[in-house]
Nanobody, 124 residues
């Protein structure tokens, strides 16, 4: 069983930055592909970013390209989402997810494990 715990959310003004962390249990974290998704009130959960097990492949939704960066530290079993130039439309609950096959995936249904989420609120 893999447990994912997100942290780093909060309230920030537009233009500000936050760094989300997702800590994973399990000694095989290095083999997991990891993704970040978000869900705003009244909206469907949407893909934000993903990184393959090696870090060689990263994917982003167009609306965050150039502002968000996904990275991982396999020694710390942690994946990060650095969010800069935040906008009110980035407000959502952010979830991390793990794919045991090591892929960077766009589709939430293909991920095997999910965290509980962390709230990000961007004020205008």
């Amino acid at each position: 069983q893999v447990q994912l715990v997100e942290s780093g959310g909060g309230l920030v003004q537009a233009g500000g930055s936050l760094r989300l962390s997702c800590a994973a249990s399990g000694r095989t974290f290095v083999g997991y592909g990891m993704g970040w998704f978000r869900q705003a009130p009244g909206k469907e959960r949407e893909f934000v970013a993903a990184i393959s097990w090696s870090g060689a492949t990263t994917l982003y939704i167009d609306s965050v390209k150039g502002r968000f960066t996904i990275s991982r530290d396999n020694a710390k079993n942690t994946v990060y989402l650095q969010m800069n130039s935040l906008k009110p439309e980035d407000t959502a609950v952010y979830y991390c997810a793990a794919d045991i096959r090591g892929r960077a995936l766009l589709t939430d249904a293909l991920y095997d494990y999910w965290g509980q989420g962390t709230q990000v609120t961007v004020s205008s």
